[in-house]
């Protein structure tokens, strides 16, 4: 496992970086004891010198703002008070994602050499491939039925590929001053369009291309990142607009000791927010929807690092996915699509399964010289090792388990579809663990859990 860290530095192509944080320096999120929210609570709160700002009365959370240094020790005495913590602003996904190779909608005219589909970029999502998408399309199983929440950074809504599956009624922004679709984000816009790009003779296919999206903005379009409250806000949405499976691509490592750089917090404030957390799961998974996330790329040994919590990957009720790719697939189509990512978060008490995510380590052995293979020339051959999805300019390539998440993504909503569009957690769960691809050893592994996650086709 020791050569998982020797790139690790470089694992800047994909999503769930823990950068340092921005303080809400006068937010906090308030938990109350057996989940209950009423007025005289919120009055109380209000005398103590706090202004509440959201309420998710739902699981007893509510959203507040003061000028009171003290205040948790003010509301510790309440007894309705199970917990006060520090709303965090993190940096969950890269701020250079806009720097990955991209193909314009002006520059769509370039056809790979190979492509036999419609879709004309289709033959460069070898993404599909490995998790055998196109065999459940050809059985008729394309996701039709099944509602899929993007928690991410928002969407280019008016993309040819997006724009036929977006229910744009439903999708919202838990941002403030920024709309689910403006400024849109370039993070959430590629995710979407793994899941479900429409299978419309334009552009790419999504794993799931009948599928509904629903974008949910939990991060800030701009920067990537987003507070606590706000992925709280958005999970609860989701479960609340009955999406059968939620996406969350996105995720930070929390220090045990509370400690963001030079930004200190009581160890208790991070301890709290997974309580919180496994709360909202909580009552996500009894709504029935299925939550999927990345694991994290920090090549990070989940079973033996105790100074470091992935959010959301380690929380209850949630798929972790860890991230597979092909070293070389720009010069031979045939190679090895499950290498494991060297930026990859790994270990059997933190990996649930995995997707592809793509790899960049050509990049180290072959350069940066245009591809010669079957592929659209002027472009490294590192960079078809990567997953090709949707942009608000076009088309880009990008890598990280923030892409193998929306894969598996997709496959659960195959899986879904093909029964009707219902499904619980728990079963889905279980199918996912069950259709599995076992690459490595027999049995659960550290790498991808029960497998890289397949169609069943």
């Keep these: 496992m020791k050569n998982k860290f020797k790139l690790s530095g470089l694992a800047l192509l994909g999503a769930s970086l823990a950068l340092p944080s921005t303080l809400l320096a006068q937010s906090y999120i308030v938990m109350t004891k057996g989940n209950k929210l009423d007025s005289v609570l919120i009055q109380e709160i209000e005398a ?35 917990s006060t913590f520090a709303d965090i602003e993190l940096q969950y996904v890269s701020p250079n994602e806009q720097g990955m190779p991209e193909i314009s909608f002006e520059d769509q005219s370039i056809n790979p050499p190979t492509s036999g589909d419609d879709d004309f970029y289709f033959d460069l999502q070898w993404g599909h491939d490995a998790v055998n998408a196109p065999e459940a399309w050809q059985a008729g199983v394309k996701g039709q039925g099944v509602r899929v929440a993007v928690l991410d950074s928002g969407i280019m809504s008016t993309h040819p590929d997006l724009a036929p599956n977006l229910n744009t009624a439903l999708s919202a922004s838990f941002i403030n001053g920024e709309a689910y679709n403006s400024p849109a984000g370039s993070h959430g816009t590629h995710v979407a369009g793994t899941i479900a790009a429409a299978d419309n003779a334009f552009g790419t296919i999504g794993v799931a ?74 009552y996500v998974n009894k709504k029935g929807s299925v939550i999927i996330s990345s694991a994290g790329n920090d090549a990070r040994d989940l079973n033996h690092d105790a100074s470091l919590k992935a959010f959301p990957a380690e929380g209850n009720h949630v798929i972790s996915v860890s991230s597979l790719g092909p070293v070389g697939w720009g010069l031979d189509n045939s190679t090895n699509l499950d290498v494991m990512a060297s930026y990859s978060n790994y270990g059997k008490s933190g990996i649930d399964i995995a997707g592809p995510g793509g790899n960049y380590d050509l990049a180290f052995t072959y350069g940066t010289a245009p591809c010669n293979g079957p592929v659209i020339p002027g472009f490294p051959c590192y960079v078809y090792d990567m997953v090709l999805s949707t942009t608000p300019t076009g088309w880009g390539w990008n890598a990280g388990t923030s892409m193998a998440s929306p894969h598996v993504a997709g496959v659960a909503a195959l899986i879904i579809s093909e029964n009707g569009g219902e499904m619980s957690p728990v079963e889905v769960e279980r199918e996912l663990m069950k259709r599995a691809d076992d690459i490595n050893q027999p049995g659960k592994d550290d790498e991808s859990g029960h497998g890289r996650a397949s169609s069943g086709y």
């Design 48 to 82: 103590q010198g706090a202004t509440v700002t959201g309420q998710l009365p739902q699981v007893g959370m509510l959203m507040i703002e003061s000028d009171n240094t003290d205040i948790r020790e003010r509301l510790s005495s309440n007894a309705k008070i199970q």
């Design 209 to 282: 291309p009948e599928a509904e999206i629903v974008t949910v903005k939990v991060l800030s379009g701009i920067s990537g990142s987003g507070p606590f409250s706000s992925i709280f806000q958005g999970m609860v949405y989701a479960a609340d607009i009955d999406a059968d499976v939620i996406n969350m691509s996105l995720g930070a490592d929390i220090p045990r000791n509370c400690t963001f750089g030079e930004d200190h917090f009581p160890a208790k404030d991070c301890a709290e927010l997974f309580t919180a957390l496994n709360r909202v799961t909580q």
